[in-house]
Nanobody
Framework: QLQLVESGGGLVQPGDSLQLSCAASGFAFDGYPIGWFRQAPGKGREGVSY????????DYADSVKGRFTISRDNAKNTVYLQMNSLKPEDTGVYYC?????????????????WGQGTQVTVSS
């Protein structure tokens, strides 16, 4: 059974760091690009970051460039999102998603499989 499980969320103060993990099982993980999305209360899902199946290409939303870093370890079937210098506007539920084919990475409709999400709250 295909599964994506996010972890690592929590409550932190502005300026702090968090590392999210997305653990995959039940499919050929190393063949799938992975995206991270977030959804703030009352808002739609927003593309945050993206990594190609082999890790050779990455991309970021303008709002997180220079602060977030995406990486993957295909031997561990895991994708990571290192989040530094967190801001209150980074608050939301963070999801990882896998897709088989191309298209705009930041469009959630391009993804086939989703995790259940992990809550990140940035507040003083």
């Amino acid at each position: 059974q295909l599964q994506l499980v996010e972890s690592g969320g929590g409550l932190v103060q502005p300026g702090d760091s968090l590392q999210l993990s997305c653990a995959a099982s039940g499919f050929a993980f190393d063949g799938y690009p992975i995206g991270w999305f977030r959804q703030a209360p009352g808002k739609g899902r927003e593309g945050v970051s993206y990594i190609e199946h082999d890790g050779t290409g990455t991309d970021y939303a303008d709002s997180v460039k220079g602060r977030f870093t995406i990486s993957r370890d295909n031997a561990k079937n895991t994708v990571y999102l290192q989040m530094n210098s967190l801001k209150p506007e980074d608050t939301g539920v963070y999801y990882c998603a896998a897709r088989a084919y191309g298209g705009d990475w930041y469009q959630d409709g391009e993804y086939d499989y989703w995790g259940q999400g992990t809550q990140v709250t940035v507040s003083s």
